[in-house]
């Protein structure tokens, strides 16, 4: 295989890596006035490379050695990630201009993590699943601690670094075990090592190794116990940060999680099954307890997303080809709700300051009764309401588990279900019921209104797109299990 | 013209439940009473048609519900007994509806009021032409529910309330007896048409089941079983207790509900399934006795009451018992003719007493009435025709029914049917006396009318006086013109199949000795006689005859102290027990483990999970290295074992 049909299979990457250097450069050279261009040319480059998925190859086909591969799956997910990375970014443009965040390094930083994270979906090798994880987490650690005035935003930044590096120690030791009891860190062949289980001389090392990955990669879907970072950056880091910090990463971290636990470890489900419970069942009650007491509404949405993760494990969890289109389905659907809260959540602004009380949503009914709606909408979704988007997420999960024969986790993610619906209908609550307080700034930005309404309709209408959503993710789902 | 003839009540009655507010009250009084009135027309056309041919017509609306061998669907069936039903139900529903305008007027919400009424009169309907059990025991609920609503029209009087209360729980009683029925025979029959179940009535009968061990006749159950639910609705002996309170609704709605087609609902109820009860004999003779006791003891009440309207509603009560023991030997054509004749005789005297309370204001007390005559002449010689047609005065329509019933009683040669002719002749002595009991304290004798009130008694305005001489008309003819058809020679050929009779009993009642056939006119003229010199000629015979006959007078005027006796029978221990089950039961068991514990412990472990989250980075190291311990551990664990 030649270089160049090597090349061909990395359109997408090469387009962001190659622009993200030449703004760098124009940003570099013509200072921070130029944030608002980059920041658009950065969303029109994230929308080329989309394309660019789109038009890549449909048949699984790998490069550089077997330590890149691109099939259905990952170009799913890639569209996933750049859609999330692109909406985020749009929301993100009135807040850095309101906040005074005018360092052209923010949307060059995103789209050097958004690389990060399609190089972490198209691994097919453990060294390049680090090498994506580190780009990618460097980067994000950057954008945590963006806000230099600001002590909350360097606190999350250093706690996220800090914490991150920890699981980049422990996910080196796994891969190390694994690579010192097989001897190959590609997954093709670690996957032929392990399609007859694992020899009894190697089962210890190999499991020890597969815990620390799991770990890892635990940390970074922020599962239960590796969760603690997630509510102090996610207040800490400027709001549409921690809309993206939500989505994106979160999307390519479960995708890796699912590519690494089915391909090279495929063998080893008995194993890893009983893990990914655990830590699915800890991360849907923990998520749906703790968030209860909350008051900001990015804490809270910090556990509502540790709780969505939980929710998405119980469709890895009974590792068949439905829990996996589950998977995907619920992480299609998880991006839309998340970022329409989000963009309700940076609509919340008082006298020209953010606002990230609950409290102060209160009566919201009656004097920005649009919003109300739309957020209502998300919140209904979120809480798994038919007919819209978040319940068919959590039913194609359950249903995928109790296909799986795992009807505790099912139970137990069911009734974590209706106590995390406490929460997000308490909001409703909030806005509909109780006395109003002052109103809102009106001028919120286009840019945020648009994303809000879109987000609240196919959030309502996804029943109407549901089948073919399905459809790809099932032939998405099936290239990882040829 | 069948379905607008049900359907056109319902229009009305919906045009003016929801948006009588808006049309005001002359509006929804037109678009309820125009319908209704068009409704009665066409009835009328129906009856000649479907009286005159004997023929059957079925209309299938739709499907209800079909499951397995179980399919209902909406219907509206057309027989004979069938249309005089509807006949009579729109015929004396649109004279009410005509008379609230009037009576009704000055009242707030008159929308809701005939929005009700006409509502009522549709569930009726439906009642009366189903084909099946389900959808008569829908119409069944529907007439219950508006009976309820209507009681408690006046819903800021307490009295209404506990009224509506009362009739709607007494009635649940018989209710669930009625739903036990519709079930035993979906159980035994495996379906719940009429037509199927008349099919295999015959084949079961004879047949026992086994219950708690003792051999029960299954046709006999069923049959007493939806009896319990007709002696709820018609106020029978028992279950009764209901009907006296409920005339704490409008006047309008006691004569429409609660004399003339509600509570006739289960002798219509026990004639559809004829060709059912006809092969349960034992369920029969029961029916007869507590229809017998029922007229008898009613009577007696009747008595002795001084609020117009009970004295009315004791009288209902009475002539039901008629009626049933009609039934229950045998003589349905006898039951339908005198429910048809109660319907317009009675519609009429509680309309009347309205029109009287209506020029009294609102003065129900017979202590405070006498010597009205001259001030509202029409009303009075209209209640005086109704009272000569209930006490069955030669020539008056209810001389025509009253009489084949005690003839039929007389001539069905049983033990119960011969006592039933025997209570129903004391009970036709009491039922003339206390008639012309009420006449006389009403609108004869000397006034004893408040001096204030007295200057301003009237008669009613004609949109009040035209229904009830359309009654009258009805009370004075429609024996006469109906009783060949109804049980004379022409009947047959009228009922066409939707009767059964085994054994001919209304033949019979035309054979039988000369002195039955007088006995029951002759009480009734020495009941008003007696009740003229008691209270016209020497009404200082009276308080010593209450003296005399001091406890049982007493027994008598608490009504039997049935009220009492159910207040410490049910109750007072369904208050104990209700009590001690939401005391014991609900707040301390189900709330403290249920709702409360769980939303409590929620919150603990809310607290707790944020604590965890102290902030401090060397904790959430902590935390992620145990994570990882843990896991190996449990590996190991596995892996050893």
């Known amino acids: ?482 | 013209m069948l379905t607008a003839t049900i359907f056109l009540p319902l229009l009305g009655a919906i045009i003016a439940g929801l948006f009588g507010n808006r049309l005001g009250s002359r509006v929804s009084q037109l678009v309820t009473v125009i319908p209704l009135l068009v409704s009665a027309i066409l009835s009328c056309f129906l009856l000649y048609h479907f009286g005159w041919t004997g023929e059957t017509q079925t209309v299938n609306l739709f499907t209800w519900i079909n499951v397995e061998s179980l399919e209902i669907s909406w219907v509206i069936y057309f027989d004979t007994l069938t249309a005089v039903m509807v006949f009579v139900v729109t015929l004396v529903s649109g004279m009410v509806h005509v008379y609230s305008i009037g009576y009704m007027s000055k009242d707030p919400h008159i929308p809701r009021f005939m929005s009700y009424l006409s509502l009522f009169t549709f569930f009726m309907l439906m009642l009366v032409t189903s084909n099946n059990l389900l959808q008569m025991f829908f119409g069944w609920e529907g007439v219950g529910l508006c009976s309820y609503l209507l009681i408690g029209f006046w819903f800021k009087k307490n009295s209404a309330n506990a009224a509506a209360i009362k009739a709607f729980i007494v009635n649940r009683i018989g209710d669930f007896g009625f739903i036990l029925g519709i079930l035993a025979v979906f159980y035994f029959f495996e379906t719940l048409q009429f037509a199927e179940i008349f099919k295999i009535a015959p084949d079961i009968a004879g047949k026992t089941f086994l219950f708690l061990g003792m051999e029960v006749d299954i046709l006999t159950t069923i049959c007493l079983l939806l009896f319990v639910g007709a002696m709820g609705k018609s106020a029978q002996i028992g279950l009764h207790t209901w009907l006296p309170d409920a005339m704490e609704g409008p006047t309008p709605v006691s004569a429409l509900i609660h004399a003339a087609t509600m509570v006739t609902a289960g002798v219509f109820m026990v004639v559809r399934l004829s060709p059912m009860f006809e092969y349960a004999p034992f369920a029969l003779t029961i029916i007869t006795i507590i229809g017998a006791s029922t007229a008898f003891f009613a009577a007696t009440i009747g008595l002795t009451q001084w609020d117009i309207k009970r004295v009315i509603a004791y009288s209902t009560c009475s002539q039901l018992g008629y009626m049933f023991f009609a039934v229950g030997v045998g003589a349905y054509p006898a039951a339908i003719f005198h429910l048809m004749t109660h319907a317009f005789f009675k519609a009429l005297l509680f309309l009347g007493s309205g029109s009287v309370i209506h020029g009294m204001h609102d003065e129900q007390d017979m202590r405070k009435m006498g010597g009205l005559f001259s001030k509202m002449k029409i009303t009075g010689s209209l209640m005086w025709i109704g009272s000569l047609a209930l006490a069955g005065v030669p020539l008056f329509s209810g001389y025509y029914s009253k009489d084949i019933i005690l003839e039929s009683a007389f001539a069905s040669h049983t033990g119960a049917g011969l006592l039933a002719y025997w209570a129903g002749i004391m009970a036709a002595f009491m039922t003339a006396f206390y008639s012309w009991r009420l006449l006389f304290l009403t609108f004869h004798g000397s006034s004893r009318v408040e001096e204030n009130v007295l200057d301003k008694v009237h008669e009613s305005p004609p949109i009040m006086l035209i229904p009830l001489l359309v009654l009258g008309l009805g009370a004075v003819l429609s024996g006469w013109f109906a009783v060949d058809y109804f049980v004379g020679d022409k009947m047959d050929q009228f009922w066409g199949s939707s009767i059964l009779m085994l054994d001919d009993i209304i033949e019979k009642a035309h054979h039988i000795p000369g002195w039955a056939i007088l006995l029951p006119t002759v009480v009734g003229v020495i009941g008003i006689i007696s009740a003229w010199v008691l209270y016209i000629k020497s009404p200082s015979i009276i308080p010593r005859i209450t003296a005399m006959t001091g406890p049982v007078y007493k027994f008598i005027y608490n009504k039997w102290y049935f009220d009492e006796l159910y207040e410490l029978l049910f109750v007072r221990p369904c208050f104990y027990l209700g009590r001690g089950f939401w005391r014991s039961g609900d707040v301390y068991v189900i709330d403290t483990v249920g709702p409360n514990g769980i939303a409590e412990s929620v919150l603990n472990l809310a607290k707790r999970a944020g604590k965890v989250q102290s902030g401090y980075l060397y904790h959430y190291a902590f935390a992620m290295m145990i994570g990882v311990l843990i896991l190996i551990t449990w590996f190991l664990f596995g892996f050893f074992q």
């Not at chain 1, 050695?65 to 990952?74: H, K, M, P, R, Y």
């Not at chain 1, 780009?135 to 002590?151: F, G, K, M, P």
């Not at chain 1, 499991?207 to 990669?217: K, M, N, R, S």
Request: hydrophobic letters at 55%; one cysteine or more; a neutral charge.
């Open chain 1, 1 to 482: 295989m030649n270089i160049l049909t090597e090349i061909n299979l990395i359109w997408p990457e090469l387009c962001i890596a190659l622009s993200a250097m030449c703004l760098l450069m124009i940003g570099a050279f013509r200072g921070d006035s130029s944030n608002k261009t980059i920041t658009w040319v950065s969303i029109c480059v994230m929308g080329v490379a989309c394309l660019l998925v789109l038009l890549g190859p449909n048949n699984p086909s790998s490069a550089f050695n077997n330590l890149f591969i691109v099939d259905q799956f990952s170009n799913y997910s890639k569209i996933l990630i750049l859609m999330g990375a692109i909406l985020t970014l749009i929301l993100a443009l009135p807040y850095n201009l309101r906040e005074g965040i005018h360092q052209f390094e923010f949307p060059i930083l995103l789209l050097f993590s958004v690389l990060g994270m399609m190089m972490m979906v198209s691994a097919n090798d453990l060294i390049a699943l680090y090498l994506g994880i580190e780009l990618q987490s460097l980067s994000l650690y950057v954008l945590a601690a963006i806000r230099r005035d600001s002590i909350k935003s360097a606190e999350a930044g250093l706690k996220y670094f800090v914490l991150g590096a920890l699981s980049s120690g422990i996910l080196l030791y796994g891969m190390t075990m694994v690579y010192g009891f097989t001897g190959a860190t590609g997954f093709n062949e670690l996957e032929l090592a392990f399609s007859n289980g694992v020899a009894k001389n190697q089962f210890i090392g190999v499991t020890v190794g597969l815990v620390f990955i799991l770990c890892a990669l635990a940390f970074k879907v922020s599962a239960v116990p590796f969760h603690m970072w997630t509510p102090d950056v996610y207040e800490g880091a400027p709001t549409p940060i921690t809309a993206f910090f939500s989505i994106a990463p979160k999307i390519a971290a479960m995708i890796l999680l699912s590519r690494v636990l089915l391909e090279p470890f495929g063998g080893l489900f008995i194993q890893w099954q009983q893990v990914i419970c655990f830590i699915s069942i800890a991360s849907m009650a923990f998520g749906a307890f703790a968030a209860i007491n909350q008051t900001n509404i990015k804490r809270l949405m910090a556990y509502s997303s540790i709780g969505h993760m939980g929710f998405v494990l119980v469709g890895l969890a009974s590792g068949s080809i439905a829990g996996l289109q589950a998977v995907l389905l619920y992480l299609t659907v998880y991006l839309f709700m998340n970022v329409g809260t989000f963009a309700c959540i940076l609509a919340m602004k008082r006298d020209d300051r953010m606002v990230e009380e609950i409290n102060q949503l209160a009566g919201l009914s009656r004097t920005n009764p649009k919003m109300t709606i739309a957020l209502t909408v998300f919140m209904f979704s979120m809480a798994g309401i038919p007919p819209l988007a978040g319940f068919f997420g959590k039913y194609f999960v359950f249903k995928a588990a109790i296909d799986a024969e795992l009807y505790t986790l099912t139970v137990i993610g069911l009734l974590a279900s209706v106590v995390s619906a406490f929460y997000y209908l308490r909001i409703v609550k909030l806005m509909y019921f109780d006395e109003a307080v002052d109103k809102f700034d009106r001028s919120i930005g286009k840019e945020i209104s648009f994303i809000t309404i879109g987000m609240s309709f196919v959030t309502t209408l996804f029943i109407i797109i549901l089948w073919p959503v399905l459809d790809f993710a099932a032939i998405a789902a099936s290239s990882i299990f040829l």
